[in-house]
Nanobody, 124 residues
């Protein structure tokens, strides 16, 4: 069983930045591909970014390319999402997810474990 705990969300003005963290309680963190997703009120959960098990490959949704950066520190069992140039439309609950035994993916159902989410609210 993998537990994921997100942190770092908050209220920020448009144009600001946040760094989200997701800490995993598992010894074999480096065997999990990781992803970030978000869900705004009344909308489906959508893919944001994903990273391979060793951090060597990353993948982004078109809507966040150039503004969001995903990274991981396998020694700390943590994955990060640096969010810059925030826009009001980035307002959502952000979730991290872990996928065992496979490559990174933008498909939510392929992930095995999910955190509880952290709220990001961007004011205009």
């Amino acid at each position: 069983q993998v537990q994921l705990v997100e942190s770092g969300g908050g209220l920020v003005q448009a144009g600001g930045s946040l760094r989200l963290s997701c800490a995993a309680s598992v010894r074999t963190f480096s065997t999990y591909a990781m992803g970030w997703f978000r869900q705004a009120p009344g909308k489906e959960r959508e893919f944001v970014a994903a990273i391979s098990r060793n951090g060597g490959s990353t993948y982004y949704a078109d809507s966040v390319k150039g503004r969001f950066t995903i990274s991981r520190d396998n020694a700390k069992n943590t994955v990060y999402l640096q969010i810059n140039s925030l826009k009001p439309e980035d307002t959502a609950v952000y979730y991290c997810a872990a996928r065992s035994g496979g490559t990174y993916s933008s498909v939510p159902r392929l992930y095995d474990y999910w955190g509880q989410g952290t709220q990001v609210t961007v004011s205009s």
